[in-house]
């Protein structure tokens, strides 16, 4: 899907940018270990499902002192996610349950072709409408009109 615009296409792995996403010695902004982690763990539907409180555990801290893992708070969360929306590095239909990588970044696949893999609906977002598809779309025509500086 090029929405009228030739794009290169290559293929990159997963597992690198969860590696990254959760290196403490990585000094990332928590937004931008969403966006990794997104990025890292979506499925072919282009949809990246996580268990309640998984991403306040990524984006907590360690106790000096005993090392254990003190989740982020809920608020925390919400604000990376917004931030990472806001850095079009996630779709605006992203929550804690369920990170979608921009559509321009993700090409996502239904199984035909090559991968015969079945199809998984995102149990968060569940079956996408056409018209949430509409918007998707609309959304990503206007990031690349942000960054083109059209208006």
Known sequence: ?????????????????????????????????????????????????????????????????????????????????????????LDPSSVAGCLIPPIDMVRANSGAGHYKTEYKPCPVHDVVSKAAKRARKASVVAARRRRSGAA
């Open 1 to 89: 899907m090029t929405y009228g615009i030739e794009q290169p296409f290559t293929q990159l792995y997963q597992e690198a940018f969860v590696s990254r996403a959760l290196d403490p010695e990585l000094k990332l902004p928590k937004w931008q270990r969403l966006a990794f982690l997104a990025l890292g763990r979506h499925e072919r539907n282009g949809h990246a499902v996580f268990e309640p409180g998984e991403l306040a555990r990524y984006l907590g801290t360690s106790d000096s002192e005993t090392g254990e893992v003190i989740p982020a708070s809920a608020k925390v969360v919400d604000n990376a996610i917004r931030d990472a929306i806001k850095n079009d590095m």
